[in-house]
C-alpha cells in the first residue's frame, strides 16, 4: 500500500443528531459514514500520513479486506492520496465566449423612494432619472443572441431605480422581444424587481398575461419596513407598499411572488419578517438579503447583529425542515437556493454568472459587470454599440476564478460560496478579486447547518426535492 496521505481540504465531516455525514467538498456530495468509516477518517486526521503497518496496528480486530475497501473509497475521491497533490477539481478557467443567457437592462435610474440604505450610485429622483431608450434595449437583445445565438431560453431583466416608472420602455421591449424570440424557437423570460407602489391593476394583468417573474423589496411589518424604505418626502412607504403587494398577490397567477429583504442596522427580526411576508401579506417566498458592506456604514450590520441574523435564520431553517418532513413549504428563499444546490451536486468555479452568463447594461448602453455595478467606477466591459471588451472580462472572470493564495483554495466550501459577492468585495474591499474574508466563518456555519437539513430531508422527506425544490428552476430561480 505504501504511504496514504490525508487531504483535509477535501473532506468535513457534519454531525447531525446521530448521523455522521461527510461532505466531499470538490463534488460537493454528501455520503453518510458508519462507526467503522468515522474511525478511519479520524485516524487519518489524527496522523496525517499513514503506513500499512499504521492501519494494520489500529484496525487489528477489523477485517483487512474491509478497511482496504474503505480506504479505497476515499482514495476515489482523493480524501487520501499515495503523496501526489490531488488532481485539480476543474482545469484553469479560460473565457473565449460568453453564453449571456441573461441581459439586466437598468431603465431608469429615477426612484419615486429615497430608501436610505440604497446602494445604486447612479439613483435619481423621479424628475431627474435617467430612462433608457428603445434603441439601447434593442442592441442590449441584438448583443445578447450575437454572443450567445443558440440557447433554448434567455431571460430579460427589468432594474432600477424604480422600473415601472418606465413602463412605456418595459412594453416596448416586450413587444418587440416575444415575436423576435418566438420566430427563432427560442424562449424569453421577463423579470422585474418593484417597490410595488406604481403598480395598478391594468399594469399587473399585463405583468400576469407576459408572465412576468416578480420580486417585491419589502423589509417585514410596518415599524421595520418604514425604517429605511421612504418617500422622496421622508415618509414611511409600508401602507403603500403593502396595500399593492396585496393587490398584486390577489390578481398574480402565472408564477409565485417572492419578496426581498434588506437586513441592515436594526432590521434583524428573522422570523418575524418572514411571518408577516409569507403569512400576512401573502408572498411565496421570502428571501433575506444582509448588508455588511457600503460606504454608508451607518445601515451596515454590526458583528452582533449579523450574528443575530444568522442565528435567527437558523432558527428560521430549523422550521423549514420540520415543516418540509411534515409536506408543508414555508418559502424561506435562501434555504431554498442551499437544498437546491446541494440537491443538484453544484460546484461553482464562479460565485454567480455575472460577467458570463449575465452582464447588466446601464441608460447609456454600457456594459456592467452586474446591475449592482451600474453607475460605480467599477471598471466597464464596452457598450451595445462596439460589443464587448473581451480580454478585459476574461481577465477579470479568470483572475477571480484563480484561488492561488487565497483562502478558497482549502476552503470547505469553495464550490458553494466560490470566494462570495464580486459587489459585496467592492463595497468592503474596493476590490472585486478580493473573496469576502469578513464573513467566511459565518458563511461556514450557515452551509455546515444547511448540509445537515439537507441529510434530514434527503432522508426523512425526499419527496420535498420535487415537489418544493424542482419547480424552483422551472420558474427560473
Known amino acids: ?80 492520496t499515495d503523496g501526489r497533490a490531488p488532481s485539480p477539481e476543474r482545469p484553469p478557467i479560460r473565457i473565449e465566449n460568453f453564453p449571456l443567457s441573461t441581459i439586466v437592462l437598468n431603465v431608469n435610474t429615477g426612484c419615486n423612494l429615497s430608501c436610505t440604505y440604497c446602494y445604486k450610485e447612479d439613483l435619481d429622483t423621479p424628475s431627474a432619472g435617467r430612462k433608457m431608450a428603445l434603441d439601447t434595449a434593442i442592441r442590449s437583445i441584438d448583443l445578447l443572441l450575437k454572443e450567445s445565438p ?40 421577463f423579470t422585474l424587481t418593484t417597490n410595488a407602489t406604481l403598480l395598478t391593476p391594468e399594469i399587473v394583468d399585463w405583468l400576469d398575461a407576459h408572465r412576468f417573474g416578480l420580486t417585491v423589496s419589502m423589509d417585514g411589518p410596518k415599524a421595520l419596513h418604514d425604517l429605511n424604505r421612504k418617500t422622496i418626502g421622508g415618509k414611511g412607504s409600508y401602507e403603500a407598499v403593502a396595500t399593492k403587494a396585496r393587490m398584486l398577490l390577489s390578481r398574480y397567477r402565472s408564477r409565485p411572488v417572492g419578496a426581498r429583504v434588506t437586513l441592515t442596522a436594526g432590521v434583524t427580526a428573522i422570523h418575524e419578517i418572514w411571518d408577516h411576508l409569507k403569512n400576512d401579506i401573502g408572498f411565496a417566498e421570502v428571501g433575506f438579503s444582509p448588508v455588511t458592506s457600503g460606504t454608508m456604514t451607518a445601515f451596515n450590520l454590526n458583528g452582533d447583529e449579523l450574528l443575530e441574523v444568522f442565528e435567527g435564520m437558523k432558527a428560521l431553517g430549523r422550521l423549514y425542515r420540520d415543516e418540509a ?21 453544484r460546484s461553482k468555479a464562479l460565485p454567480c454568472g455575472a460577467g458570463v452568463g449575465m452582464l447588466a447594461v446601464d441608460h447609456e448602453g454600457t456594459l456592467n459587470l ?19 471588451k473581451r480580454k478585459e472580462l476574461s481577465a477579470f472572470i479568470e483572475a477571480r476564478a484563480d484561488r492561488t493564495d487565497k483562502g478558497c483554495a482549502t476552503c470547505r466550501i469553495r464550490n458553494l460560496c466560490s470566494g462570495g459577492c464580486y459587489h459585496e468585495s467592492y463595497a468592503h474591499f474596493s476590490d472585486p478579486l478580493k473573496p469576502t474574508y469578513h464573513y467566511c466563518d459565518l458563511m461556514r456555519d450557515w452551509i455546515d447547518f444547511g448540509i445537515g437539513v439537507y441529510g434530514d430531508l434527503i432522508t426523512r422527506a425526499p419527496q420535498f426535492f420535487h415537489t418544493a425544490i424542482a419547480p424552483r428552476r422551472a420558474h427560473g430561480k
Open 1 to 80: 500500500m505504501g504511504y496514504l496521505v490525508f487531504q483535509p481540504q477535501n473532506a468535513h465531516r457534519v454531525r447531525v443528531e446521530e448521523r455522521d455525514l461527510l461532505f466531499h467538498v470538490p463534488t460537493t456530495s454528501l455520503f453518510e459514514i458508519d462507526e467503522t468509516d468515522g474511525a478511519v477518517l479520524g485516524f487519518l486526521a489524527e496522523k496525517g500520513r499513514i503506513a500499512e503497518a499504521d492501519v494494520a496496528a489500529r484496525f487489528a480486530g477489523h477485517d483487512p479486506a474491509d478497511i482496504a475497501r474503505r480506504l479505497k473509497g476515499l482514495r476515489d475521491l482523493e480524501i487520501v
Open 150 to 189: 443558440d440557447r433554448e431560453k434567455y431571460n430579460i431583466v427589468f432594474f432600477g431605480g424604480e422600473p415601472i416608472s418606465n413602463l412605456r420602455l418595459i412594453r416596448d421591449v416586450v413587444e418587440h422581444a416575444e415575436p423576435r424570440f418566438a420566430a427563432l424557437g427560442r424562449e424569453v423570460n
Open 325 to 345: 418532513i411534515a409536506g408543508r413549504n414555508i418559502g424561506f428563499s435562501n434555504m431554498h437556493q442551499l437544498m437546491q444546490d446541494l440537491y443538484e451536486g
Open 370 to 388: 452586474c446591475h449592482r455595478f451600474t453607475g460605480s467606477e467599477m471598471e466597464t466591459y464596452g457598450n451595445v454599440e462596439t460589443g464587448l
